[in-house]
């Protein structure tokens, strides 16, 4: 028997462990994959209330880092005046501790305690 280098191949090669899946005649056909990505763990910035912090200066936050108008703005620093805390947006975990870094530096700026944090939402 002899064996030459050049003898072209009797059969097709087996496919690739993971190759797409051929038709035998060459053409691939692509199988639909289900969707592995989740979307991405949120998180709630939670303001909470203080005797000291003048509320003028709590709307104008929620105003500055949280977007919210004036009204909503008033809306949530009352919440947050009756029942201790309240939530001001949910973001992105990077986004939400930029948002608690903003209000906590703007706080010590102004000599006020105002305190807030993230946490996951459920
Ligand atoms: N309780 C504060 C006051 O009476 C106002 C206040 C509201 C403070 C919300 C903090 O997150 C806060 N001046």
């Given at each position: 028997m002899k064996f030459m280098a050049t003898n072209p191949p009797t059969?097709?090669?087996?496919?690739a462990p993971h190759s797409p899946p051929s038709d035998g005649a060459g053409a691939v056909v692509l199988e639909r994959r289900a969707q592995k990505i989740q979307p991405p763990q949120?998180?709630?910035v939670v303001m909470l209330n203080d005797d000291?912090?003048?509320?003028?200066?709590?709307v104008v936050?929620?105003?500055e880092f949280f977007n919210k108008d004036r009204e909503a703005a008033t809306q949530i620093m009352l919440k947050i005046h009756l029942d201790g805390k309240g939530v001001c947006g949910v973001y992105t975990r990077d986004?939400?501790?930029t948002k608690v870094d903003q209000v906590?530096?703007?706080a010590h700026?102004?000599?006020?305690p105002l305190q807030c944090l993230s946490e996951p939402v459920e």
């Open positions: 059969r097709s090669p087996a496919p949120m998180y709630q000291y912090t003048p509320m003028e200066f709590v936050v929620l105003q986004v939400a501790a906590l530096d703007a700026k102004a000599g006020h």
